[in-house]
């Protein structure tokens, strides 16, 4: 069974449209996450949750609505995509104790054309 | 602010080579120290990690020491295989406050291992 799924795998869109991306786990965390991870492999934090609460939000457009209908389930809503959107997303579970480790998932590359 | 920086890339190495990836951090507060692994195409995946200074984090002959003094935590391997090629982050997480809720990555070091 996958701890943290996300769908879809693979998204390719034209620019100003809206899209969303799904993710769940099933490891019983309370937190969970979105990162953006560019071309040259840097990874950003886009959003964090813990139990349906947003906790951080990091200066991301607000073009990009996250939401959280329970806990187990955080998804990514993008409005009127842009080029610079292009990216692989991850979606990540874990405790909310320092020294717990994430869980990701495998990601989703958006391509915006 | 906290922050992690990886040496930079790539590190090519033949197989059964010793392999070091340096990570040193900055950070307000104590932080556990984490290396994830990603395989092409695939998410990261927890590799190792420590959660307070001393501790050695070790896992699929990958070891790795949490250092206070010099505030790092390099990743070290005795000899490399070939499905060692990945890209490796080096990651902090402090322990209290809204901070805990957030994973701070090195930019990542790619690593190619030839046979």
């Known amino acids: 069974d996958t701890a943290v799924s996300q769908t879809p795998k693979y998204l390719v869109t034209q620019m100003g449209n809206d899209k969303s991306i799904k993710c769940e786990q099933n490891l019983g965390h309370d937190t969970m996450y979105w990162y953006k991870q560019d071309s040259k492999k840097f990874l950003k934090i886009m959003f964090s949750y813990n139990n349906k609460e947003l906790i951080i939000n990091e200066t991301v457009p607000n073009r990009f609505s996250p939401k959280s209908p329970d806990k187990a389930h955080l998804n990514l809503h993008i409005n009127s995509l842009e080029l610079g959107d292009s990216a692989v997303y991850f979606c990540?579970?874990?405790?909310?104790?320092?020294?717990?480790?994430?869980?990701f998932g495998q990601g989703t590359r958006l391509t915006v054309v | 602010g906290n922050s992690v920086t990886q040496m930079e890339g790539p590190v090519t190495l033949s197989e059964e080579a010793f392999l070091t990836i340096n990570c040193t951090y900055t950070a307000t507060g104590y932080p556990s120290l984490f290396w994830y692994v990603q395989y092409p195409g695939e998410g990261l995946q927890l590799l190792l990690k420590a959660t307070k200074a001393d501790d050695k984090g070790s896992n699929k002959g990958f070891e790795a020491t949490y250092r206070k003094e010099t505030t790092s935590f390099h990743l070290e391997k005795g000899s490399v295989q070939v499905s060692d090629s990945a890209v490796y982050f080096c990651a902090l997480r402090i322990n209290s406050g809204g901070s805990n809720y957030k994973l701070t990555f090195g930019k990542g070091t790619l690593l190619t291992v030839n046979p």
């Open positions: 990540a579970s874990s405790q909310p104790t320092g020294g717990a480790g994430a869980f």
